[in-house]
């Protein structure tokens, strides 16, 4: 285990899971600690995973000003953490609303990034919205699977603000819903309401974003779940478009594929982090509009 203090004080955990070359990771949520995050599918037997509890999440401190909680403020964090690590450059890996987050440090720090990883991750920091549309019709698709009438009412809840009716909408996001994926939902569905609560609070401007991240030369990895109703490979792929060197790829699964896929998952990274050639994902990008982006809320 790794502590830390950020740049307001705040002593951050950072927990070290396997050898070889270090792999810093950015857990979502947000406001869910790294344990979720477990081995991510056995990539631990190749990687040292570097899994950073967030701040107010896991062993990290809370922050005495809650506003610390905003993404665009955690970059520092991430930053701090590099320092401590005494890397030129990471390779960084970000899941989910961590995606979005890892979008943000690369955007500011170009030149800190080795090789970026993005795990199905909120894409609205980029102006990427997934559309009524294709929440349904992804949502929709899983009508055939026993659990889908039972649960349905609770993805409907939960989509309309009901916070209690999370639990009962994830099998929606995991592909198989199996006893693997139910244990895995279970078992880390716990998150600080109040680091959730002001994450996605005072981003900076899209087309800034965008901008800087056209500047990013390092090789990115896109990592879509090919269930997943967000981001859907679409998304992905417009989002590595954003990159000069940046590619899209789906993986069996959901939200979580090392989760239900392991093995699929562990593979993809490692072959991208030696730099072994990916073909791009090429899919037309529907008109953004609409709800703000979901991949970044399970």
Same mark, same amino acid.
Request: proline content about 6%.
């Given at each position: 285990?790794?502590?830390?203090?950020?740049?307001?004080?705040?002593?951050?955990?950072?927990?070290e899971r396997g050898e070889g070359p270090a792999l810093v990771c950015?857990?979502?949520?947000?406001?869910?600690?790294?344990?979720?995050?477990?081995?991510?599918?056995?990539?631990?037997?190749?990687? %040292?995973?570097? #899994?950073?509890?967030? =701040?107010?999440?896991?062993e990290s401190a809370v922050p005495r000003d809650p506003d610390t909680y905003a993404m665009?403020?955690?970059?520092?964090?991430?930053?701090?953490? %590099?320092?401590? #690590?005494?890397?030129? =450059?990471?390779d960084l890996l970000g899941h989910s609303a961590a995606g979005g987050l890892a979008l943000l440090y690369a955007a500011r720090h170009p030149e800190r990034i080795g090789h970026l990883v993005l795990v199905t991750p909120a894409v609205h920091p980029a102006g990427i919205e997934i559309t009524d549309e294709q929440w349904s019709a992804r949502i929709e698709s899983r009508a055939g699977e026993s659990w889908y009438e039972s649960r349905l009412p609770d993805l409907k809840a939960w989509d309309a603000g009901d916070e209690s009716r999370r639990p009962g909408a994830q099998p929606f996001f995991y592909s198989p819903w199996n006893e693997a994926a139910e244990a895995h939902a279970t078992r880390f569905a716990e998150r600080s309401a109040e680091a959730a609560k002001r994450f996605h609070t005072g981003m900076p401007a899209a087309e800034e974003t965008r901008a800087r991240l056209a500047k990013v030369t390092a090789p990115v990895l896109v990592i879509a779940g090919e269930r997943d109703p967000g981001p859907l490979p679409e998304h992905a792929a417009e989002l590595a478009g954003l990159f000069p060197h940046g590619t899209a790829v789906v993986l069996p699964g959901a939200h979580y594929p090392w989760v239900t896929a392991p093995e699929p998952f562990a593979e993809a990274v490692e072959r991208f982090l030696d730099g072994w050639p990916f073909c791009?994902?090429?899919?037309?990008?529907?008109?953004?509009?609409?709800?703000?982006s979901r991949g970044s809320r399970p």
């Open positions: 285990m790794i502590s830390f203090t950020s740049y307001d004080g705040t002593v951050l955990v950072c927990h950015l857990p979502g949520g947000p406001g869910r600690s790294s344990r979720y995050l477990g081995d991510l599918g056995g990539l631990a037997a190749r990687r %040292r995973l570097l #899994l950073l509890d967030n =701040r107010g999440t896991g665009d403020r955690m970059v520092a964090d991430v930053e701090a953490l %590099r320092v401590r #690590l005494g890397l030129e =450059r990471m791009p994902v090429r899919s037309s990008t529907q008109p953004a509009g609409g709800r703000p």
